[in-house]
């Protein structure tokens, strides 16, 4: 799979594709709006992570010159200016999803991964981790093909992982992701525990490996080892 | 007191003891004049007495005629020659008047005598109380004219200072009209319209600028914040870590995380100034907070709260998106400032929706609630979300409320 990120802040750029690149993906970084439009032009991308406001141009023009050469490859916007009139405008010209400037790797992981799905995978919706099967059309779960039955954030939760497997998730990315951005400001991250809590134990209990590991104060880890 | 009314009374007490000190020295003045005129009439009659006594050596008959008498008296002692007034009876008006009289001695025939020579001084009087009357009429006139001009005039004079006065009242830095203030041809209120102009220039520019500031500082706080949450987001990943390091990075990633929340709160007050949430749409608060209420479930449950609500039907015109971090807010601030098991109770009716919930009273001013940073030492949010509701409900014409009563705290916000 490969990635493409128009990012001028060339930090974030790298802390980026370190984080993708262990989930197999290729990314590759352009630095500047002419570097943008001449990658983008001349490749083709499973994803494009998509900076609004670069130095010497705007993302959306990168944007319109993708649509306009008829790409379909899946665009995500990440702009510092957590603005409506940008997140309209830019859904408006073909972006597949906006994403706030800070953001958690992992809610990015995550939506990159859902993009790429959607566009790539578009007869599969089956998502395989050994015995656990999601299908993320139907949103059920099952193990070893037999189905269990999880609550709405218990699901959204296990996909979340799924999407993160292998990396250390915080417990704050977590409540963003599943309540939204107003339950950040609450403080505790107590309710958060009882979920996974309640998720284990029905995988456990439905036969499926504990895959879900705590990692001390700070997240959880969905990984096979 | 006004300065129209403090100026008069000054100049109504000086122009009054001005007038009435130079009434009396001119009394004095006019007083001494008609008598000195009278002792010369008088002074002439003696002349003609002693012209007479010298060539004839025997008195001229005593007289009376018009308002002038000539009297001897044989006299032992020789009197002094001198002028005084008297009061006595006129033979020819039969009445007592005052006189002037001027008495002198005279030798005639080898003997003394005293003369009197007397003149009414009646006339004099007259004359000095009319006088005094036509002064005293000026006086009046001169105060009443005064006062009739100062009334109408001065009323129309200070017209531009009452318009600069009320153009002022109504102005607010937030407005960015330029405030225009009448032209005056008169030299102070020009002044002080010139002053005022540059100051309300200054103070909009003033409000653009550090507005906008906050809005460029907290934009360009966002690029920084992304990179050290990337950041903290590969480190985490590091397999190396301890448990001592991981909970430290913990703390710096709870707080990246207060600062992120902070920087969007102080986006969000700048917006809703800006006035970029403009667009509003009929917005059912009954079927929104039923929805808050799921969404903060896990809160209210860990916190064994007790929720009771009797909610209306009711649509209120108001951004979307601003409705529905008003009601967030107000929810979560009920929830996190709550006691274990207590209780909220959410009542929405047609004008008005009120959201109580038990708690501690406040340890600061309840008038001081809605500002920026404003919270309790126990509060672990960042003290902007009640100035956002406000910030919100000002936005929106709505007033907002808050009393402590009986143990609950109570907010209501009336449209």
């Known amino acids: 799979m490969k990635i493409l990120i128009v990012e001028d802040e060339k930090a974030l750029s790298d802390s980026i594709s370190s984080y993708l690149k262990a989930e197999n993906f290729i990314c590759d970084v352009a630095g500047d709006y002419q570097t943008g439009l001449f990658k983008v032009e001349s490749f083709d991308y499973d994803c494009i992570l998509l900076d609004i406001n670069l130095h010497n141009g705007s993302g959306l023009d ?44 992992s809610e990015l992981g995550a939506r990159v991964e859902a993009i790429i799905r959607r566009k790539k995978f578009s007869g599969n919706n089956l998502i395989r981790f050994h015995e656990l099967c999601i299908d993320i059309r139907a949103k059920t779960v099952s193990i070893h093909e037999k189905p269990v039955e999880l609550t709405k954030k218990e699901y959204q939760l296990l996909l979340y992982f799924t999407y993160n497997k292998g990396r250390v998730v915080s417990k704050n990315a977590i409540a963003e992701h599943l309540w939204g951005e107003e339950m950040g400001d609450t403080g505790s991250y107590d309710f958060i525990y009882t979920h996974i809590k309640n998720l284990r134990k029905k995988l456990v209990e439905a036969g499926c490996h504990d895959y879900i590991q705590s990692v001390y104060g700070m997240g959880y880890k969905f990984t096979a080892v | 007191m006004k300065l129209f009314t403090r100026y008069s009374r000054i100049n109504f007490a000086a122009t009054t003891a001005v007038l009435v000190a130079g009434s009396i020295i001119f009394y ?15 002074k002439v009659e003696e002349a003609e007495i002693l012209d007479f006594v010298s060539k004839r050596d025997s008195l001229p008959p005593p007289a009376n005629y018009k308002d002038q008498h000539v009297r001897f008296y044989a006299s032992d002692k020789p009197v002094k020659r001198g002028f005084f007034s008297s009061i006595m009876y006129d033979t020819v008006e039969n009445e007592k008047q005052i006189f002037r009289v001027l008495r002198f001695p005279i030798n005639a025939d080898h003997k003394t005598y005293i003369a009197t020579v007397s003149k009414s001084q009646v006339e004099t009087e007259d004359l000095l109380f009319l006088m005094v009357l036509i002064t005293i009429g000026i006086i009046v006139l001169l105060l ?47 002044q002080l319209n010139n002053a005022l102009n540059l100051m309300t220039e200054k103070m909009r520019n003033d409000y653009v600028s550090l507005k906008s500031f906050a809005d460029t500082a907290s934009h360009e706080m966002q690029t920084p914040l992304a990179v050290i949450n990337s950041k903290l987001d590969l480190l985490i990943q590091d397999q190396s870590l301890d448990e001592k390091q991981t909970k430290q990075l913990a703390a710096m990633y709870d707080a990246v995380g207060r600062l992120r929340k902070l920087n969007q709160s102080l986006l969000l007050i700048t917006k809703i100034e800006n006035q970029q949430f403009l667009q509003t749409s009929r917005v059912n608060l009954r079927k929104l907070i039923e929805n808050k209420l799921i969404q903060l479930e896990e809160l209210i449950v860990a916190r064994h709260l007790n929720i009771s609500t009797d909610l209306a039907d009711v649509s209120i015109s108001i951004n979307p998106y601003l409705a529905d971090i008003l009601l967030n807010n107000l929810l979560t601030n009920a929830i996190r400032h709550n006691t274990d098991n207590g209780t ?9 929706l009120s959201v109580r919930n038990t708690g501690h009273p406040l340890g600061f001013d309840a008038s001081r609630l809605f500002d920026r940073f404003r919270k309790d030492n126990a509060s672990e949010g960042v003290g902007l979300g009640l100035a956002i509701v406000k910030q919100i409900c000002d936005s929106s014409g709505f007033t907002i409320q808050y009393r402590y009563d009986n143990g609950q705290h109570i907010f209501t916000i009336d449209w």
Do not use: C
């Open chain 2, 28 to 42: 004095f003045i006019i007083h001494y004049v008609l008598i000195r005129q009278l002792d010369e009439t008088l």
């Open chain 2, 144 to 190: 009443f004219f005064q006062f009739i001009i100062n009334r109408l005039l001065v009323k129309k004079m200070w017209r531009p200072f009452h318009h600069t006065l009320q153009t002022i009242k109504q102005f607010t830095v937030t407005n960015q009209e330029e405030v225009v203030l009448p032209a005056t041809n008169i030299d102070e209120f020009t």
């Open chain 2, 344 to 352: 909220i109770i959410i009542l929405l009716q047609q004008q008005s």
């Open chain 1, 62 to 105: 990168i944007l319109r010159s993708l649509k306009e050469n008829h790409k379909t490859d899946g665009v995500i916007i990440i702009s510092a200016r957590n603005s409506l009139n940008d997140k309209i405008a830019g859904l408006q010209l073909g972006a597949d999803d906006y994403l706030a400037k800070p953001f958690h790797l």
